[in-house]
């Protein structure tokens, strides 16, 4: 297969694509995708992080975008991957198929269960997570599409700042999980300590699980392809189309941020714009020249509380790039690119 280096089996079985049309229907099970790329230890935390839950995935599908042989090395070292899931495939790969997007459209190719979940390599799952979400998802049945799971622990967003933008009209309302109609999306954190499944417009990045015949279908944009700041909200927009979407608080688990592998700060910036105002175009329904307007309020609002940043030394430079970003971003916008 072009443009795949490795391709193993880490659990002995044979290596088989997933369903094709006119297959039987899929089981009853859970398939994981994992995408990575030159962070083994990252890796390696999660997997012993799989291998306590209640729930044995049917399959594993780790697709790795490393450009050496560390995280597969790491993979051979570590505990019986029987623990990770029945069936655990490995493959390393290069050239267009990297790049999350990309990577994700390459697992489902190996997925045959009717619920796929994804997670991010720095993901740390606390006892239980994977079970919960599949129970919701059976539960509530097939008006569902996906669920996604509490992350706790890091650091979270600035509920003043977010407070701050409400009073400033920068979004309407502070409703966790909503995607506004000014280009931003609420955290889930104003959830608070709620235990109850919400229903929302986006689905967190990074912990989520999905029907698989309606994400198959739909793909990730491979537009987002690097590390596509709002990858995730763009598919969430599209999917929540074809039914709801629900977070499961009492499905819980670590997020801590790994710094490698992401963009300067000249490319966060510029993404920060251009990616959400592709992303405010395409998905938001029945779009309008006033949504186009407070799209530009807020996010020129939001442009100007970085500011505030600068004083700090620290920090300074870091948001002057990032403030050269957004505003390359605004030019190529405005020049249609």
Request: proline fraction near 4%.
């Amino acid at each position: 297969m072009d443009h795949v280096v490795v391709r193993r089996s880490l659990t002995g079985g044979e290596i088989c694509p997933g369903r094709a049309p006119g297959d039987p229907a899929p089981a009853h099970e859970v398939s994981i995708i994992i995408c990575t790329r030159e962070r083994a230890a990252s890796l390696g935390r999660f997997l012993d992080s799989l291998a306590r839950q209640d729930l044995r995935p049917a399959r594993l599908v780790i697709v790795d975008a490393s450009s050496d042989d560390g995280t597969e090395r790491m993979l051979a070292e570590r505990g019986d991957p029987a623990s990770w899931g029945r069936d655990v495939w490995y493959f390393r790969i290069d050239g267009p198929l990297r790049g999350l997007t990309r990577q994700r459209n390459f697992g489902l190719r190996w997925v045959c269960s009717d619920l796929v979940a994804f997670f991010d390599d720095d993901i740390v799952l606390s006892p239980g997570c994977l079970g919960v979400m599949e129970n919701v998802h059976r539960l509530i049945g097939e008006g569902l599409v996906g669920v996604g799971a509490r992350m706790e622990g890091g650091k979270g967003p600035s509920h003043r700042l977010w407070r701050v933008r409400c009073a400033l009209r920068v979004v309407a309302s502070l409703k966790p999980g909503t995607y506004q109609r000014s280009g931003m999306s609420i955290p889930w954190s104003f959830l608070g300590s709620s235990e109850a499944v919400t229903d929302g417009d986006y689905l967190p990045g990074g912990a989520t699980m999905w029907r698989t015949d309606v994400i198959r279908d739909l793909g990730f944009n491979e537009a987002f392809a690097g590390y596509g700041q709002g990858e995730d909200l763009e598919f969430s927009l599209r999917a929540r189309k074809k039914g709801r979407l629900v977070l499961a608080p009492a499905a819980r688990l670590r997020h801590l941020h790994e710094d490698g592998g992401r963009p300067d700060n000249f490319r966060l910036g510029y993404m920060a714009i251009h990616n959400r105002y592709l992303i405010h175009r395409d998905g938001l329904e029945n779009r309008s020249w006033r949504d186009v307007t407070w799209f530009v309020y807020a996010w020129g609002i939001d442009t100007l509380m970085m500011l505030r940043h600068i004083v700090i030394p620290s920090r300074s430079v870091s948001v002057v790039q990032q403030l050269g970003g957004r505003l390359k971003a605004v030019l190529d916008l405005v020049r249609g690119k």
